[in-house]
């Protein structure tokens, strides 16, 4: 069974920065995009950036609201997403979530396994 666990969250005042982490574990035989999402209280979940894998060409994307201020990374190796986020603002308080698209074996298809999310909250 594959898990995806985040860390990172917290409390940070405007202007701060912090760095998620989600991992990926269990049965993997190959991941694809993963992303990251968050869902403020009351508002629908939105897409915050997603990270192809290198063999489709690594190539990343972000919400406009975002760009220049967070980056989405991955490490292969580790089956792991990285979201630097710098220059926080109130607005980015939410509850954020890691999504991975993952073919758990080679005779399987490909699934989309979230983790449970991490706080973030920006004071002003």
């Known amino acids: 069974q594959v898990q995806l666990v ?6 940070v005042q405007a202007g ?3 760095r998620l982490s989600c991992a990926a574990s269990g049965s993997i035989f190959s991941i694809r995009a993963m992303s ?5 209280t009351g508002k629908q979940r939105e ?3 997603v990270i192809n ?3 489709s060409g690594g190539n990343t994307n972000y919400a406009d609201s975002v760009k220049g201020r967070f980056t989405i990374s ?3 190796a580790k089956n792991t997403v990285f979201l630097q986020m710098n220059s926080l603002k109130p607005e980015d308080t939410a ?3 890691c999504k991975a698209n993952i073919r758990p074996h080679a005779w399987t298809v490909w699934y989309d ?3 449970q999310g991490t706080q973030v909250t920006v004071s002003s």
Not at 6 to 11: A, Q, R, T, V, Y
Not at 36 to 40: K, L
Request: net charge neutral.
């Open 74 to 76: 991955r490490d292969n």
């Open 95 to 97: 509850v954020y979530c």
């Open 36 to 40: 990251w999402y968050r869902q403020a």
């Open 53 to 55: 894998s290198a063999t």
């Open 47 to 49: 897409l915050v950036a």
């Open 113 to 115: 396994y979230w983790g």
């Open 16 to 18: 701060g920065s912090l």
């Open 6 to 11: 985040e860390s990172g969250g917290g409390l």
